[in-house]
């Protein structure tokens, strides 16, 4: 039987990670959240199923933490989510192996249904 199906979510908006946290709950994933990509680098859990990082966290950005992590060789499926869309961030979302890249707002099935996607590994 598999384990739970960890979904991390990494963005330094405290009321989005609630509302994402009691969405993706509802929907029956385990998740954790981290409002920032440092307190992300600090868990010692093993790395989340899939990881939903926003690109634009501050001193460490989603592609900062992207690039350590494979770095590291932890291929953790992604979704990019951002509240500053233009045509170079979402081609380096895409070159990035991104499973999907959300613009804020989004609605909820678009990021249940890339979760999904990224929990069967497949891309955009």
């Known amino acids: 039987m598999p384990g ?3 979904v991390g979510i990494v963005d330094d908006d405290a009321s989005l990670l609630r509302a994402l946290r009691r969405l993706l709950q509802a929907v029956g994933f385990t998740v954790e959240t981290f409002g920032s990509g ?3 680098l600090r868990s010692v859990r093993p790395p989340p199923s899939c990881l939903v990082l926003d690109i634009h966290l501050g001193t460490l950005t989603g592609f900062d933490l992207h690039e350590w992590l494979l770095a590291s060789g932890a291929s953790v499926p992604t979704v990019f989510i951002t509240g500053h869309d233009d045509d170079a961030t979402r081609e380096r979302a895409r070159k990035a192996g991104a499973v999907a890249y959300l613009c804020k707002p989004f609605d909820d099935q ?3 249904s890339a979760i999904e996607r990224a929990l ?3 891309s955009f």
């Open 4 to 6: 739970p199906r960890v």
């Open 38 to 40: 440092e307190e992300f």
């Open 110 to 112: 678009s990021l249940i």
């Open 120 to 122: 069967a590994r497949d």
